[in-house]
Every structure is written in C-alpha cells, then in structure tokens.
C-alpha cells in the first residue's frame, strides 16, 4: 500500500483503533456519553456514507487505501490544514459512490445482506479489479491461512481454549503476580509509517488497573492522545478534522478490549465465546490461534508462542458500511517488570498506517492522577512551515 504525506491526518484518526493509543477508567463513572458527531455533520458532500460516526467513516477511509493501493492524495487534492478541500468532488470520488452502492446492492439482492463483498474481494490492493487468474499463484507453493479469517468452530484435535489462556497467564508471572500490577507509567519513543518513519516521537504512557491507560505521542505537529474512559472514549490531534473527537459504537467497543488488554490478566473476562483454530507460524515460530468476541461484538484473534506461552499478535476487527477493519498489534522484548512480564517493543498496524512503540523504562505500582485519564483539551498545532 502507497502512503503519502497526506495519509498523515487519516493516520491521527486511525491511531484510536490502536490498542497502546487508548485508555479505560473503572465502570461506574456518571455524566451522559458524548454523542460522536455523523460524518455529514463534519464533513461537505458526504452522499453515500452517511449517518455513521466520524471516527468509523475515516476508518474506511483506510479501507478504500488497503483494498485499491492508493493513499489519500490520489483521490483528495487537499491537505491536513484544509479539510474543505477534501469535500471537492471528481472522477474518482464519482465512480467510489457507484461502487460502494453496487456492493451494498449485491451484498443485499445475494446474501441476504451479509456483508460477503467488499472493495478487497475484487481489488485486492490494485486500483482495478483483476479479470485474469494469475498462474504463479496457482501453482505456487501453498497460501499461508488467512490472519483476518473469521471462524466459526474449533478445529479438530485443538487443545482447549482455556489450556491456551492458562498457559499464557502463568507465562506472564500468573494470576497472583498479575494482580498485584495495579498500575504503571512508562516512557519510550515511537516512529510511524512512509512520511512518518523520519521522526522519532516521544511516548508518555499512563495505565491503572483494572482497565485506565492514556499514550501521548509528542509529535512536530502537537501531541496526540487518545483517551477510553470506560464509557466515553476521546482521540485528540492538532491536524484532526474533530480536534476532539469522541468514540462511538463499534470504536468504542474495540478501544475498550485495547485498554483492558493493558492488564492481560482479564483476557477472559474481556472476551468470550471462544474457539482455537488451525495453528500457525509467525517468524518461523509455531502458534496456537484461539479468537473470541467481546459482549460488545468485536471479534479478536488471538495468537501465542506455542513453546513460550506468551502472546505474539493479536488482531481486532470491527464492521463498516464497506468491510471488515482490522487491527493488528504485534508483542516482543518481553522483560520483568514487578514479576510480571511486560512487552516493550510493540507494532500496530491498521488499514492505513503503522506505529511502533519501544518502551525504555516503565515504573509498576506508582501513583498516577487521575487528571491524566480526563478527555483531553483541545491541541493545537504549529504554524505551518513556509
């Protein structure tokens, strides 16, 4: 996938569905939700898209990029400091329109409504669908499984999803040391993706139990923080179309099995409905595949070192008008930390873009304010360079 300098503003948005980028505070917190603001309330000559949230009509902003190989310049002549510009209509945005109103109308008069096409089924990263069948790949060695399937049983001869969780939270430290993290706060540095990878950011990272977390990325344009709250969630960014923005429905959902996976030790209250699949290798290292879904309906996999117990990846997806939206986070350097093992290097990739997160230093069991768990205010950025 082709990412360009303006892919930067649609990175800040996605960066809510990142797992390190979000933050829960303990349930029982009053105040009505914040109503997240529909995508014609935000943005101009929105005509198919609409009545969904902000958060998620820029997600499939990364779809349309994932499933065509193009980045946001191909079909926006505009930047991050002039989102009006986006709203210009052309060629391309014209026949997006049509297509998605195809693939609505096929999905409906075929699957009863299911949502088995997508742009991906028939671009598969190419601008225009491929007519012809291409020999290397049928004669080629055998596929690798397919990381974003969705399952629906256990495969045969799998051990027990239980066997699988219990080995992964005796690698940790187990139960008794898990519990006994009931807080941290880490520093470190973290780089993106294309443009981004050029700047080495800093991270400052805020997490108590059972499920709080707040990251700031201090970036050359402003800091970015995302915020879960437990019943509201916030992503905030000077570049951003909603400077502030609140979380809604499906986001939501997912930033709260991301902030509750901060204290692994509720892996199984945070999911359920579990199956194990087909193993897999990841790095030439043999894995077992165990998914679930949370009470909220996100579907997570969940991928463990087969010999070391510990978790390698796991990825997370959500539904949107034009397909599945998955994202994935990738574990390692596993190091102590109060007995319990704490990975510090993370990946997280999603549709359009990819951080990666090293941690330097992380301080187990130490007072954190409660300040820093609040919706964020309202970031401003630099003036643009002339």
């Known amino acids: ?53 902000v958060d998620q009509f820029m997600a499939t902003m990364g779809f349309f990029s994932a499933s065509l190989g193009m980045s946001c310049g191909d079909c926006h002549a505009a930047d991050d400091r002039n989102w009006d510009g986006f709203a210009v209509d052309n060629p391309k945005k014209r026949t997006t329109r049509r297509m998605i109103t195809m693939m609505a109308a096929i999905n409906k008069d075929n699957f009863g409504g299911r949502q088995l096409v997508t742009c991906y089924s028939c671009h598969r990263g190419a601008d225009r669908p491929r007519a012809t069948a291409d020999l290397a790949v049928l004669y080629g060695t055998f596929p690798a499984p397919d990381p974003n ?66 990251l700031v990325i201090h970036t050359g344009n402003g800091d970015n923080t995302s915020v879960y709250d437990g019943g509201m969630g916030w992503s905030a960014a000077p570049l951003a179309p909603v400077k502030v923005l609140p979380l809604d429905k499906q986001e939501l959902d997912g ?71 998955s994202t994935q986070t990738d574990y390692s350097d596993y190091r102590d930390v109060a007995g319990v093992k704490v990975p510090h290097h993370m990946v997280v990739t999603w549709l359009d873009g990819r951080e990666t997160i090293e941690l330097s230093s992380v301080r187990p069991n130490v007072p954190v304010d409660a300040a820093k768990f609040a919706k964020p205010a309202t970031p401003t950025a630099p003036p643009a360079a002339r």
């Open 255 to 325: 930033a709260k099995l991301d902030a509750m996976m901060a204290f692994p030790g509720q892996i199984k209250q945070a999911v359920g409905s579990w199956r194990v699949g087909f193993a897999s290798t990841i790095d030439d290292r043999e894995v077992e595949v165990v998914q679930g879904a949370t009470p909220g309906g996100t579907t997570a996999t969940f991928y463990f070192d087969k010999q070391t117990g510990l978790l390698t990846r796991w990825i997370r997806y959500a539904n949107s008008p034009v397909g599945r939206l």
């Open 1 to 53: 996938m082709k990412l360009g300098v303006k892919s930067t503003a649609l990175s800040v948005i996605a960066a809510v569905f990142v797992g390190v980028l979000s933050v829960a505070i303990v349930n029982g917190q009053t105040g009505a939700p914040e109503r997240a603001p529909l995508s014609e309330e935000v943005f101009k000559n929105v005509q198919v898209m609409k009545g969904i949230p």
């Open 149 to 214: 399937e969705i399952f629906a049983a256990s495969a045969p001869g799998a051990p027990t999803a239980d066997s699988v969780l219990n080995k992964y939270i005796q690698a940790l430290g187990g139960t008794q040391r898990l519990a006994a993290l009931t807080s941290y706060t880490a520093t470190g540095t973290s780089v993106g993706y294309g443009p981004e990878a050029a700047e080495m950011r800093a991270v400052e990272l805020y997490a108590k139990a059972p499920a709080q977390r707040t």
